[in-house]
T-cell receptor
Framework: GAVVSQHPSWVICKSGTSVKIECRSL??????MFWYRQFPKQSLMLMAT?????????EQGVEKDKFLINHASLTLSTLTVTSAHPEDSSFYIC????????????FGPGTRLTVL | KQEVTQIPAALSVPEGENLVLNCSFT??????LQWFRQDPGKGLTSLLL?????REQTSGRLNASLDKSSGRSTLYIAASQPGDSATYLC??????????FGEGTQLTVNP
């Protein structure tokens, strides 16, 4: 149980285009989903927290107009990287929690984004 | 602001050796601490989770301890194997289900 999937697993795009990444909780309802970014040989940095049906809360320094997050249902959250540039190339990982505050986070397998 | 530090950044050991990975955090007001494994280009696999009221957790060859008051945790791996080679991440949960990660320890176990 508690499986989280991401799609796509990798994507290559041209600079200036937008890319959408999906995060799905397959066997539970996720009240909260988190989006992280990980640069090579670095740790995971939280980008934003999203609760179903409400606006995402972004971490300081993360541009909300560039990284659009939608959590329209209890099993799906999407991250759209708008007008992507090479510096946005990174490994994006989502996690989902079914619980109340303190509930475990279950992580997706990640999406490798390369912007040419 | 919570900060998590992991030492060492990298570790290379021969197969069969017992080893200890260290994690420290600056704010002791945590809900729990979790150790993860990450293989190259992959997501995270949860290894052990220690609640703030607990002192340690064990799973197979892995043992994690938590000293909340001093802001420290250790992950002990017994009889290491080449398949244990990966990056090990420590993360602490503070308010609002927020996880703060350390930079990780990259472990290589040589046959």
């Amino acid at each position: 149980g508690a499986v989280v999937s991401q799609h796509p697993s990798w994507v290559i795009c041209k600079s200036g285009t937008s890319v959408k990444i999906e995060c799905r909780s397959l066997d539970f309802q996720a009240t909260t989903m988190f989006w992280y970014r990980q640069f090579p040989k670095q740790s995971l940095m939280l980008m934003a927290t999203s609760n179903e049906g409400s606006k995402a809360t972004y971490e300081q320094g993360v541009e909300k107009d560039k990284f659009l997050i939608n959590h329209a249902s209890l099993t799906l959250s999407t991250l759209t990287v708008t007008s992507a540039h090479p510096e946005d190339s990174s490994f994006y990982i989502c996690s989902a929690t079914p619980g109340t505050s303190g509930g475990d986070q279950f992580f997706g397998p990640g999406t490798r984004l390369t912007v040419l | 602001k919570q900060e998590v530090t992991q030492i060492p950044a990298a570790l290379s050991v021969p197969e069969g050796e017992n080893l200890v990975l260290n994690c420290s955090f600056t704010d002791s007001a945590i809900y729990n601490l979790q150790w993860f494994r990450q293989d190259p280009g992959k997501g995270l696999t949860s290894l052990l989770l220690i609640q703030s009221s607990q002192r340690e957790q064990t799973s197979g060859r892995l043992n994690a301890s938590l000293d909340k008051s001093s802001g420290r945790s250790t992950l002990y791996i017994a009889a290491s194997q080449p398949g244990d080679s990966a990056t090990y991440l420590c993360a602490v949960k503070t308010s609002g289900s927020r996880l703060t990660f350390g930079e990780g320890t990259q472990l290589t176990v040589n046959p």
